[in-house]
């Protein structure tokens, strides 16, 4: 099970003083936070992909590069990389060169994004969103993959015998996740090439999610990659905590009122009952975390949203502390009586291990044979 963190790199006003950071600020900010991350024995910090104000994090492999150098153990991962507006060319290259970098610490979510702009800045249709997608992760899979590719499709120019460069680290793509918060189409994508599905679970009840998760995890199975218990899942949570309950809601109760994400609608206490959202002490945090267990079954990934609404750096940084002191804790809660066979979260270094393993299986069968 990895616990880390993921940004959507929002620069969001502080609501008790009326001050928004610079973009230098929030950026040099993430690199700290990512650092801090570290720091308390996460596993995995991930960064979002948006071209558009208020967010800065339009490249994430530039920064997810940067970071790679300061860290040492670090799993570097996006929130979100557009499959639908980037070419997947691009990608594909981007992130090979990130992986080596990185020493193989780098696997990536795709996604469609929710900003509807985005489309036409990169030539593309909003309406052609689903099959972008599909058809775009098809070819990056196969840079991947294979060598020298010859493509056709409905969304790029022809490619002929083309070398994606470089290629990816010990020839072992990175590991994909699918994010969605609302597309059967894309847990069916996953499920299909055996890759990992991860659902935000932020702003829904869980019975949302629940349909999208029981559904890939279903057609993993009818895939042939594993038992449905077996799929690979990773799951987003955000909380607030202080020592004492009251305190946590008093101090975020601002940030909550007129964060732009969620702020105008539900209140606090609504809304902490209807979502994942944690407001309140450490052991009410780890509490309800555990209860994810209980609704989606045994995952491999939880990530948590820390740096939004417009919370200072000094905040986020003691929200961490508080994390990692309550960190053994969630890991001895989903580790008991986790079944044997429930697989870990995919890494570098496993994925080049199963390599191997399948190709000295198939040579030990073509010798019996």
Do not use: C
Request: proline content about 7%; aromatic content about 12%; hydrophobic content about 40%.
């Amino acid at each position: 099970m990895q616990f880390g963190l993921f940004s959507v790199s929002d620069i969001t006003v502080d609501p008790t003083t009326g001050r928004a950071p610079t973009e230098n600020e929030r950026i040099k900010a993430i690199v700290e936070i990512a650092r801090k991350a570290e720091d308390i024995g996460l596993d995995v910090f991930a960064l979002g992909e948006h071209h558009n104000r208020p967010f800065f994090s339009s490249s994430p492999t530039t920064t997810l590069a940067y970071i790679a150098a300061q860290t040492q153990r670090l799993q570097l991962s996006t929130a979100t990389t557009l499959i639908t507006t980037n070419d997947p060319v691009k990608i594909a290259e981007d992130f090979a060169m990130l992986q080596h970098l990185a020493d193989g610490r780098v696997d990536l979510t795709l996604g469609r994004g929710n900003t509807g702009p985005v489309y036409p800045w990169f030539g593309k249709d909003i309406r052609q969103g689903i099959p972008l997608a599909i058809e775009n992760y098809a070819l990056l899979h196969r840079l991947w993959t294979e060598d020298v590719v010859d493509w056709e499709g409905r969304f790029r120019t022809p490619l002929t015998s083309f070398t994606s460069t470089p290629r990816p680290l010990d020839d072992v793509a990175p590991f994909v996740w699918h994010g969605s918060i609302r597309s059967p189409e894309i847990a069916e994508q996953a499920a299909y090439y055996g890759d990992g599905f991860f659902a935000n679970n932020i702003f829904w009840p869980k019975e949302h999610y629940q349909r999208l998760i029981s559904f890939y995890r279903e057609r993993y199975e009818h895939y042939g990659h594993g038992a449905a218990h077996q799929a690979i899942v990773g799951l987003g949570g955000q909380f607030f905590i202080r020592k004492n309950s009251q305190d946590a809601v008093r101090e975020f109760r601002p940030y909550f009122d007129n964060a732009p994400v969620y702020g105008h609608g539900p209140s606090l206490e609504e809304f902490t009952d209807e979502t994942p959202l944690t407001v309140g002490s450490p052991q009410e945090f780890v509490d309800k975390t555990l209860t994810f267990r209980e609704s989606f079954g045994d995952y491999q990934r939880q990530l948590f949203l820390v740096d939004h609404a417009g919370l200072p750096l000094k905040t986020v940084l003691e929200q961490l502390d508080l994390l990692g002191e309550v960190l053994p804790d969630l890991r001895a809660g989903f580790a008991e009586n986790r079944p044997a066979d429930v697989p870990d979260a995919p890494t570098h270094a496993a994925l080049v291990a199963a390599r191997d393993a399948a190709a000295a299986d198939d040579e030990s069968l073509e010798v019996r044979a």
